[in-house]
């Protein structure tokens, strides 16, 4: 059932984001050099790695690192990268991953092929099993606020409450956030 929702959702939101997409996507072309998608090397399900499209809101030399490890993570911006990543418009193209099967719309947040330590965490607690989301319990409850282990913790915490009706509570409550642009800070 998960995955006919994941499928029927993504559809109905890429259908009515089409527009928007494309004028982002004019905008970031416009407005920086390098391409428009950004394909992140990410950690899928079963610890597989896959590639992750996401606008790109960051500059075409920034390292390959989780950003909040980045020494000033605003100066790698775009110029339209701040307001991409206070309103999730960064991951709209996610939705393609979801169609494909490398991820759902509920699940942890894949982590980056390199986040060795919050990778073993998962995978110490199961976690790995799960198809990784666009959003998901920790994104919710910290977003970029939230240490690894409390990341993890409530990775943990999803993978043992996970259903449908906990899956939409979680995409109502990320629209909310993403509305008001909680908890996100860079």
Partial sequence: MKRIFDIIFSI????????????IALIIKFSSSGPIIFWSKRVGMDNK?????????MRVNTPSLATHLLENPVSYLTPIGAFL?????DELPQLLSVLKGDMSLVGPRPALYNQYDLINIRTK???HKILPGITGWAQINGRDDLAILNKAHLDEEYLKLKSFWFD??????????????ENVSH
């Fill in 125 to 127: 607690k199961g976690v």
């Fill in 168 to 181: 939409l509570k979680i995409l109502w409550k990320t629209f909310y956030k993403a509305l008001f642009r």
């Fill in 85 to 89: 990543r206070q309103y999730s418009l």
């Fill in 12 to 23: 109905s939101i890429l259908t009515i984001a089409i527009t928007p997409m494309l004028l």
């Fill in 49 to 57: 790695i896959f590639l992750m499209p996401k606008f790109r809101s």
